[in-house]
């Protein structure tokens, strides 16, 4: 059965930083394009950062901030967040993705406020 378990979410102050987590098992992990996605509280799910391999995307409005990495020999990706509104506040969520298959995680909050 796959699982992916996020972890790192807190309370941050505005301008602070956070380091997400992402652990995968049940599945091969390097074979999954894993992204992050976020839900603020009364908006839909909104797509964060991408990696598949060795490429990137991002949301216009995290560029520069939010940094998405993984390590396959740890089944883990990454989210670090740098210079972090309060704008970013909310739900964060990890997700795998391979073909037609998906998989969630339970989501981790995040909260960025003075």
């Known amino acids: 059965q796959v699982q992916l378990e996020e972890s790192g979410g807190g309370l941050v102050q505005p301008g602070g930083s956070l380091r997400l987590s992402c652990a995968a098992s049940?599945?091969?992990?390097?074979?999954?394009?894993m992204s992050w996605y976020r839900q603020a509280p009364g908006k839909e799910r909104e797509l964060v950062a991408t990696?598949?391999?060795?490429?990137?995307n991002y949301a216009d409005s995290v560029k520069g901030r939010f940094t998405i990495s993984r390590d396959n020999a740890k089944n883990t990706v990454y989210l670090q967040m740098l210079s972090l509104k309060p704008e970013d506040t909310a739900v964060y969520y990890c997700k795998a993705t391979r073909l037609v298959t998906v998989y969630w995680g339970q989501g981790t909050q995040d909260t960025v406020s003075s």
């Open positions: 049940g599945c091969t992990f390097s074979t999954f394009a």
């Open positions: 990696i598949s391999r060795s490429t990137t």
